[in-house]
């Protein structure tokens, strides 16, 4: 079912860029990101999952919430831990998606308790259906979740050790890990007591945040700040020449998406009503996000993934090579990955614009020309 669905949004985007080069028009790409019927909404994919775990004849949304009632009872997890009732009914019933935070995270893992998931099953739980990375290594509880996960642990344990761990009188060294590292480090323990002390020991890196995606953000902002400059000598920008010694965070924004982001009254912030669906313009990167010093995790993987594509597709285009979006899907998942943030995925719409820009033969002018229909 789930490869069924990707492979057709995959097809989807060599069919929509036929017709772009037939008659140079993205109504038809912008109409498809809109249109109900090419996303499934949360509550869909939800529906689905849960079905196919506990291998139910259907996806009648009221026997999933039956179904997965006496299976929380099963495996020791109120279902008050995952959702309410009018809140399940929410999610299931009427397509209504849960506000990204910490309280619906909490509410993904007691999901994955309930469902027996492995930690894959769990990653695919985040990645697809609730389109979030899964585990926070600099979260404690988190850690233990995974933790427990890995090791069969029951929802008692896991509450249990979050409730040691949160007593734990903790060491707050200066030694800053990567997030890999405690990864690496987290999936080496099998005994309680190991994990417990490595929280001890290491109070400080679970008060830091986003280590790997601040230096990814930073790294990016200044390649694509060198090659705006290029871009505005290459192509004699003469109007921002006189920017191209300290080049604006505006600036580097309306070069990236050719978009005019200064109005009378200062910068306009252009997404919060772009003719897009709402996985797409929540947290789509503004130009205030390039000077911000703390941002989300969807706000780093999201301004990450614009920030890279501009650098990809413009040297491919300034050096006029077949960039390639196979090229360009494994360097993005690479990065991502080392960040600890899902790969891109075709079911995601903000993923997907990205891999319709990519597969084009100027992927820089595509993008840009799809922000500029969408914000006419």
Same mark, same amino acid.
């Given at each position: &079912?789930?490869?069924? @669905?990707?492979? $057709?949004?995959? $097809?989807?985007?060599?069919? &929509?860029?036929?017709?772009?080069?037939?008659?140079?028009?993205?109504?038809?790409?912008?109409?498809?990101?809109?249109?109900?019927?090419?996303?499934?909404?949360?509550?869909?994919?939800?529906?689905?999952?849960?079905?196919?775990?506990?291998?139910?004849?259907? %996806?009648?949304?009221?026997?999933?919430?039956?179904?997965?009632?006496?299976?929380? =009872?099963?495996?020791?997890?109120?279902?008050?831990?995952?959702?309410?009732?009018? %809140?399940?009914? /929410?999610?299931?019933?009427?397509?209504?998606?849960?506000?990204?935070?910490?309280?619906?995270?909490?509410? &993904?893992?007691?999901?994955?308790?309930?469902?027996?998931?492995?930690?894959?099953?769990?990653?695919?739980?985040?990645? =697809?259906? @609730?389109?979030?990375?899964?585990?926070?290594?600099?979260?404690?509880?988190?850690?233990?979740? @995974?933790?427990?996960?890995?090791?069969?642990?029951?929802?008692?344990?896991?509450?249990?050790?979050?409730?040691?761990?949160?007593?734990?009188?903790?060491?707050? +060294?200066?030694?800053?890990?990567?997030? *890999?590292?405690?990864?690496?480090?987290?999936?080496?323990?099998?005994?309680?007591?190991?994990?417990?002390?490595?929280?001890?020991? /290491?109070?400080?890196?679970?008060? =830091?945040?986003?280590?790997?995606?601040?230096? &990814?953000?930073?790294?990016?902002?200044?390649?694509?700040? /060198?090659?705006?400059?290029?871009?505005?000598?290459?192509?004699?920008?003469?109007?921002? $020449?006189?920017?191209?010694?300290?080049?604006?965070? $505006?600036?580097? @924004?309306?070069?990236?998406?050719?978009?005019?982001?200064?109005?009378?009254?200062?910068?306009?912030?252009?997404?919060?009503?772009?003719?897009?669906?709402?996985?797409? =313009?929540?947290?789509?990167?503004?130009?205030?996000?390039?000077?911000?010093?703390?941002?989300?995790?969807?706000?780093?993987?999201?301004?990450?993934?614009?920030?890279?594509?501009?650098?990809?597709?413009?040297?491919?285009?300034?050096?006029?090579?077949?960039?390639?979006?196979?090229?360009?899907?494994?360097?993005? /998942?690479?990065?991502?990955?080392?960040?600890?943030? +899902?790969?891109?995925?075709?079911?995601?719409?903000?993923?997907?614009?990205?891999?319709?820009?990519? *597969?084009?033969?100027?992927?820089?002018?595509?993008?840009?020309?799809?922000?500029?229909?969408?914000?006419?």
């Amino acid at each position: &079912m789930e490869y069924t @669905y990707t492979s $057709n949004l995959e $097809n989807e985007i060599w069919i &929509m860029a036929e017709e772009l080069d037939e008659n140079d028009d993205c109504e038809s790409v912008i109409d498809f990101l809109n249109s109900k019927g090419s996303f499934q909404p949360f509550g869909a994919r939800l529906a689905a999952f849960i079905s196919q775990k506990l291998s139910l004849p259907s %996806t009648d949304r009221k026997t999933i919430i039956a179904a997965l009632s006496e299976q929380c =009872k099963k495996k020791g997890v109120p279902l008050s831990e995952i959702a309410s009732d009018g %809140t399940l009914r /929410n999610w299931l019933e009427k397509d209504k998606r849960p506000k990204k935070g910490i309280a619906s995270r909490h509410s &993904m893992f007691a999901l994955a308790f309930a469902l027996n998931l492995s930690v894959d099953e769990t990653k695919d739980l985040f990645h =697809k259906i @609730y389109l979030d990375r899964a585990f926070n290594y600099r979260d404690e509880k988190e850690v233990i979740y @995974y933790f427990c996960l890995k090791n069969n642990k029951s929802w008692t344990d896991t509450v249990r050790l979050i409730a040691k761990g949160d007593g734990l009188s903790k060491d707050y +060294s200066d030694h800053t890990q990567y997030t *890999q590292a405690i990864s690496s480090s987290v999936d080496s323990f099998q005994a309680e007591q190991d994990l417990l002390e490595y929280i001890r020991q /290491n109070g400080h890196n679970f008060e =830091k945040t986003s280590v790997t995606a601040s230096k &990814m953000f930073n790294r990016y902002l200044t390649e694509a700040k /060198n090659w705006a400059k290029d871009e505005i000598c290459q192509y004699n920008l003469d109007h921002q $020449n006189k920017w191209i010694n300290n080049l604006s965070n $505006n600036t580097l @924004y309306e070069i990236i998406t050719g978009l005019n982001i200064t109005g009378k009254k200062g910068t306009k912030t252009v997404f919060s009503n772009a003719n897009l669906p709402k996985e797409i =313009k929540t947290r789509f990167p503004e130009a205030a996000t390039f000077g911000e010093k703390d941002l989300t995790s969807e706000e780093y993987r999201k301004t990450i993934i614009l920030l890279f594509s501009y650098c990809f597709w413009y040297q491919i285009q300034r050096e006029e090579i077949d960039g390639g979006i196979d090229d360009y899907t494994d360097e993005l /998942n690479n990065i991502l990955f080392d960040c600890n943030y +899902s790969g891109l995925y075709y079911g995601n719409p903000f993923d997907w614009l990205f891999l319709f820009c990519a *597969q084009s033969e100027q992927p820089l002018d595509t993008f840009r020309e799809l922000l500029a229909e969408v914000l006419a």
